[in-house]
């Protein structure tokens, strides 16, 4: 055991120190609540008090601190979109990652592996093939290849894949990377904490007040506050937070489903998608295989994982990767997915005077943690859509400007 170990094991006045505080109780108001502890909740509040100078404000969350979509995604980053709108975003949020260990002081085992999106057909090709000009165009490094550079970067694959859909080329994108997920978050929480926002676990929101069109507070399960701004960012939860404010919601709540194998050698370097056969992987750094298919089939409100994914996984990877037959299984779960028509986020002002939405994130929210947290934070502050997401607003579905994002999806839908 170590010296230090058993200096903190016999010192009374040792006091661990903690990662965030939580007071007491709640104030009677603050200047902003954000609802949702989860990557998204906690980096806006992070960029509220730091970018911003609003540090009276309140996170609150009715479970635990990242124990939504941020603690069940499997955290990959790119920014390899279609729309000019994605790609500008994802763009920003990249390089928002690539430095954010230094900025929040915390190891997030920033991982850039590369990340291939793998084409059977032709007309996956051509798709891939606008993707990469549209990125290119962005000034970011997404280019087509050919079936021989997956297997250089990749020679495990069995490029036939068992026979029944040949790769036939693939999206390269270098920046692609992989991040450890609880970490982002805690690493927002602490800071947000040191500058002077409250974070409140287990504390459910059940009513938001709005009053000629303003917000004026919300209710909660530990007692009433006074805000005129709310900030919603509870991806699995949109529609109900919605309709407390008098809003329609247009977002649809289906699981995503995924499961980690037992520890393996590293053999795995790149990120492996492939959309028609709705399978996709990376090895972590602890050598699980991350994995996940496509989205369930129906509408659900709930985290339950089943036999059906995973069989029907093992199924499509075993046709990727046949050496991996008899690799074990460890673990599987399930996140609950905002999905709008479009499948682009929604996010900014509401209807409500006060009140703002960073939803919809679909397969896609954890990879925008920093950037929407930045974005959604000058919102905020300046009650006017920061310029990165004056595509993304709620009237869009209304005024049928709709962005079109679904084949830039890793995940099949
Ligand atoms: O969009 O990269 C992605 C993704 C991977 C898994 C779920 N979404």
Request: net charge positive; proline share 4%; glycine share 10%.
């Amino acid at each position: 055991m170590s010296l230090r170990l058993l200096k903190y094991a016999f010192n009374r006045d040792y006091a661990e120190p903690r990662w965030f505080n939580t007071p007491a109780t709640l104030k009677h108001s603050y200047d902003v609540v954000i609802i949702g502890a989860g990557g998204h909740g906690l980096a806006a509040a992070y960029y509220l008090a730091t970018q911003y100078g609003i540090r009276n404000v309140a996170v609150l969350d009715k479970g635990y601190l990242g124990g939504g979509n941020t603690g069940r995604n499997t955290t990959i980053v790119r920014s390899n979109y279609l729309t000019p709108e994605g790609v500008r975003f994802y763009d920003r949020s990249v390089r928002l990652f690539e430095s954010l260990a230094g900025e929040l002081d915390i190891n997030l085992f920033y991982s850039k592996r590369g990340h291939f999106t793998l084409a059977h057909n032709e007309s996956t090709l051509r798709t891939l093939r606008w993707r990469a000009e549209v990125n290119k165009h962005h000034g970011i490094d997404s280019r087509l290849v050919g079936p021989d550079d997956v297997k250089r970067a990749c020679p495990q694959i069995d490029l036939s894949c068992g026979g029944q859909h040949a790769i036939v080329g693939a999206l390269y994108h270098a920046p692609g990377a992989i991040v450890r997920h609880d970490a982002v978050a805690w690493g927002y929480a602490r800071r947000a904490s040191q500058s002077g926002v409250e974070i409140f676990q287990h504390t459910a929101v059940t009513g938001i007040d709005v009053t000629a069109g303003r917000v004026t507070g919300v209710n909660t399960t530990r007692g009433k506050i006074k805000t005129a701004k709310v900030l919603s960012a509870v991806a699995g939860s949109t529609p109900a937070t919605l309709k407390m404010a008098g809003l329609k919601s247009p977002v649809d709540i289906v699981p995503l489903q995924a499961c980690v194998t037992e520890p393996m050698k590293p053999w795995l370097e790149p990120i492996i998608v492939s959309g028609s056969l709705h399978v996709y992987l990376s090895q972590s750094a602890r050598g699980e295989l991350v994995m996940g298919a496509a989205v369930d089939p129906a509408e659900l409100h709930a985290t339950r994982s089943s036999l059906e994914f995973v069989t029907a996984l093992a199924d499509q990877m075993l046709d990727l990767f046949p050496f991996l037959a008899g690799v074990k299984i460890n673990r599987q779960w399930a996140g609950m997915a905002d999905m709008t028509p479009d499948y682009a986020p929604v996010m900014g002002k509401t209807a409500v005077d006060g009140f703002y939405l960073d939803a919809g994130w679909g397969t896609w929210g954890f990879k925008a943690t920093p950037v929407c947290g930045e974005t959604m934070a000058f919102t905020v502050a300046h009650d006017t859509p920061h310029r990165l997401i004056e595509a993304f607003g709620m009237e869009r579905f209304e005024r049928l400007t709709v962005l079109g994002e679904k084949s830039a999806a890793a995940v099949g839908h």
